[in-house]
């Protein structure tokens, strides 16, 4: 009979297969320095803490209570693809790179905004009767 954490390791195992990912790249991913730990996750020598859960979680497109318990109801679609996509991206850059990104998408909401609200005026002016 397997342990919980062989469990959890075979859910993890095969998560990381389904994506094509070696142990490397997804300790790499994660910012740890070796593989170790994910290979002691995936063979249930060593248990999975909540912190660990959410950066595999995060990397293996689904959700720490789906790695921990199994909970399908929430594997890893709770963001649309494209939003996955564009986080995942996200989390690979430095904060300094994140911080950014996140002004520039900041100034150019504040643009659309600007122009959508500059066009209403145009489309809509007040009539001098």
Do not use: H
């Amino acid at each position: 009979m397997k342990t919980l954490a062989e469990t959890i390791g075979e859910r993890l195992r095969n998560l990381r297969t389904k994506k094509g990912m070696s142990q490397s790249q997804l300790a790499k991913l994660c910012g740890w320095s070796t593989s170790s730990r994910v290979a002691n996750y995936e063979i249930g020598t060593r248990n999975i803490g909540a912190d660990d859960a959410i950066l595999l979680a995060r990397n293996l497109d689904t959700s720490p209570s789906y790695i921990l318990f199994g909970d399908s109801e929430s594997c890893g679609e709770q963001l649309p693809q494209r939003q996955r996509k564009l986080l995942n991206l996200f989390e690979q850059l430095p904060e300094v790179e994140q911080d950014r990104m996140i002004d520039l998408f900041e100034t150019r909401l504040k643009e659309i905004d600007e122009y959508v609200d500059k066009y209403l005026r145009g489309r809509f002016k007040p009539s001098d009767s």
